[in-house]
C-alpha cells in the first residue's frame, strides 16, 4: 500500500459517507427514507430505529471503505474500490432503512382512514419567483475573460501545449498548438455554463412538493429555490474560474506545479462547500426553515397523498400521469427525473453520450 | 390560491378543481383578469393527467368562468359583478341545489336550519 497515493481515495469517501449522514436530517418530516409517512409519524419509534441503524450502518460502510482503499488496493484501484465500497454500501444501508419504515407503515396501516391530497400553490406559477438572472453574469464574464485572455495571449503560447497533467501537477502529456487544443477549455467552459445554466433555470421552475399539512409551505419553496438558483450559478462561476486557472497553465502563463493544483480547485471547492452548507440550512424544498408562529394543525385530516409507488427503490421517480420532467428528490437535496417522460430519457442518453465522449477523448 | 385535490375522493378530480375555482370567484379569492396556471404547469404541481386539467378548464370555460388562450393559458372571465345570472345559469343550478336540500331536509335537519346555514355559507361569499 502506498499512503500518499491512497490519501486522495479519503477524500471521496468522507464526503460521501458525510453527505449520507448528514441527508435524512435533511428531507420533509413527511418523507423519511424515501417512504411517504404522514407527518405525525416522524416521530414514530420505527422511524426513529430506522435512523439509528442507518447511522451506524453508513459509519461502518464508510470505515470499510477507508480500510479496503488503504489496504486492498493502491493508486487508482484505491480510489475507484474505496468509492464504490462506499457508494453501495451507503445505498444499501438506505435501503434497509426504507424497508424498516415501509415495513411500520404497512403494519401499522398510517394511511388508513386519512384523506390524502396533493396540493398546488397557483401563484408560484402566476406570480413566479424571479429568475436570480444578475447570479450568472460572473459564470458568463469569466468564460468571455478567459476566451479574450486567450486571444491576446495566443501569439506567446508555445508551439506545444500540455494536454494532461498529473495528480500534482507536472505534465504527462502534450499537443500542437492549434485554434481548437488552444481553446480547448473556452469551450469546456462554454458547454458547462450552458448546461449548468439550463439545469438550473429548468429546477427552478420545477415542481414544488407542497405539504397539505404547512401553512408556509408555498414560501418554503421560494426560498428554497431561490437560494439554490444562486448557490448554483454561483458554482458554475467557479468552475469557469477553475477551468480559466487551468487555461492559465496550458498557455504557460502560470506554473502548474507546487501549490497550483490546490488553487486550481480552490474555487470550485468554495463554491461546493457553500451549496453544501446552504442546502443543509434550508433542507430538502426548504423542509428546515424555521417560521414564526404556531403551525396550523389542519382539522380536515388531510395527509400528504402516499406516492410510494411512484418511487422506486424510494429514489427513482416513475410517474406516467405526471407531465412533470424535474422533480425534487425524496432522499437528498436537489432534483431528479420522471423517468416515464421520454424528455427526461434522452436527456440522460445525452449526459451519458457526453462522459463517453470525455473519456473517450482522454 | 391553493388547489387541492384528493385522487381518492368521492368527486372526480376535474370535478374538485372547477368547484374549487368557482368557490375561490365567489368568493373573489379570483378576480376577473387573474390568471391560473397553464393545463401542463397545473398538471405538473398536483401529480396529475393533463387531461384531468384540461376537462376541469373546459368545464370552466363552457360555464363561462374562464377564457383559454393559446399563450396565456385559463384566464378568469367573470366575477359575481359581470351581470345578473341568465335564465339558463338558473335553470341549470336549480335542480342541483333541490337535489342538495332535498338531502338536507331528508335527513331531518329543520328547513329554518337549512335556511341559516345556506345564509351563513353565502355570507363568506358577499362578505370579502
Known amino acids: 500500500m502506498n499512503t500518499s497515493s491512497s490519501l486522495p481515495a479519503v477524500v471521496p469517501i468522507l464526503l460521501i459517507g458525510f453527505v449520507y449522514l448528514l441527508t435524512p436530517a435533511l428531507t420533509p418530516k413527511t418523507v423519511r427514507f424515501g417512504v411517504r409517512i404522514p407527518a405525525e409519524r416522524a416521530g414514530d419509534a420505527a422511524v426513529a430505529s430506522a435512523g439509528r441503524g442507518y447511522r451506524i450502518g453508513v459509519v461502518a460502510v464508510t470505515a470499510v471503505a477507508l480500510l479496503t482503499a488503504y489496504f486492498v488496493a493502491a493508486g487508482t484501484a484505491a480510489r475507484l474500490s474505496g468509492v464504490a465500497v462506499e457508494l453501495v454500501g451507503t445505498f444499501a444501508v438506505y435501503l434497509m432503512a426504507r424497508s424498516h419504515v415501509a415495513a411500520a407503515k404497512h403494519a401499522g396501516r398510517w394511511f388508513e382512514g386519512r384523506r390524502q391530497v396533493s396540493v398546488a400553490e397557483t401563484a408560484l406559477r402566476t406570480r413566479p419567483e424571479p429568475f436570480p438572472w444578475a447570479w450568472a453574469l460572473p459564470a458568463v464574464a469569466i468564460v468571455l475573460g478567459t476566451a479574450l485572455f486567450g486571444v491576446i495571449r495566443y501569439p506567446h503560447m508555445p508551439d506545444r501545449l500540455v494536454w494532461r497533467y498529473d495528480g500534482s501537477g507536472h505534465p504527462t502529456s502534450y499537443t500542437d498548438k492549434s485554434f481548437a487544443s488552444a481553446f480547448a477549455l473556452v469551450g469546456v467552459q462554454i458547454a458547462a455554463t450552458a448546461l449548468q445554466l439550463t439545469l438550473t433555470r429548468i429546477t427552478f421552475r420545477g415542481k414544488a412538493n407542497l405539504d397539505v399539512e404547512d401553512p408556509h409551505a408555498a414560501e418554503r419553496q421560494r426560498r428554497f429555490i431561490a437560494a439554490m438558483a444562486r448557490c448554483l450559478l454561483g458554482l458554475t462561476a467557479a468552475i469557469n474560474l477553475t477551468l480559466f486557472f487551468a487555461a492559465l497553465a496550458t498557455w504557460d502563463v502560470v506554473g502548474s506545479t507546487g501549490w497550483f493544483p490546490v488553487l486550481l480547485l480552490a474555487p470550485t471547492a468554495l463554491a461546493t462547500i457553500v451549496l453544501i452548507t446552504v442546502a443543509v440550512r434550508l433542507g430538502q424544498g426548504g423542509s428546515r426553515i424555521r417560521f414564526e408562529g404556531v403551525e396550523d394543525v389542519g382539522s380536515q385530516n388531510r395527509v400528504n397523498r402516499d406516492d410510494d409507488r411512484f418511487w422506486k427503490a424510494g429514489v427513482f421517480y416513475f410517474n406516467r400521469d405526471d407531465p412533470a420532467v424535474w422533480v425534487q428528490k425524496r432522499f437528498g437535496v436537489g432534483w431528479t427525473v420522471n423517468f416515464a417522460r421520454p424528455a427526461a430519457l434522452v436527456f440522460l442518453a445525452g449526459v451519458l453520450a457526453i462522459v463517453v465522449l470525455v473519456v473517450a477523448l482522454r | ?128
Request: hydrophobic content about 45%; aromatic content about 4%; charged content about 25%.
Open chain 2, 1 to 128: 390560491m391553493l388547489l387541492t385535490v384528493e385522487p381518492d375522493g368521492d368527486d372526480p378530480i376535474y370535478q374538485q378543481l372547477r368547484d374549487q375555482i368557482v368557490v375561490a370567484i365567489a368568493a373573489g379569492v379570483l378576480l376577473p383578469g387573474d390568471a391560473l396556471p397553464t393545463t401542463r404547469q397545473l398538471a405538473a404541481d398536483l401529480g396529475i393527467n393533463m387531461h384531468t386539467v384540461n376537462k376541469a378548464y373546459d368545464l370552466l370555460r363552457r360555464e363561462g368562468f374562464v377564457r383559454l388562450g393559446r399563450r396565456t393559458g385559463a384566464v378568469v372571465a367573470r366575477g359575481p359583478a359581470d351581470g345578473p345570472a341568465d335564465a339558463e345559469d338558473v335553470a341549470e343550478w336549480e335542480p342541483r341545489a333541490r337535489t342538495l336540500l332535498a338531502e338536507a331536509f331528508a335527513k331531518g335537519m329543520p328547513p329554518q336550519e337549512v335556511l341559516e346555514r345556506c345564509q351563513v355559507l353565502l355570507d363568506e361569499f358577499t362578505k370579502r
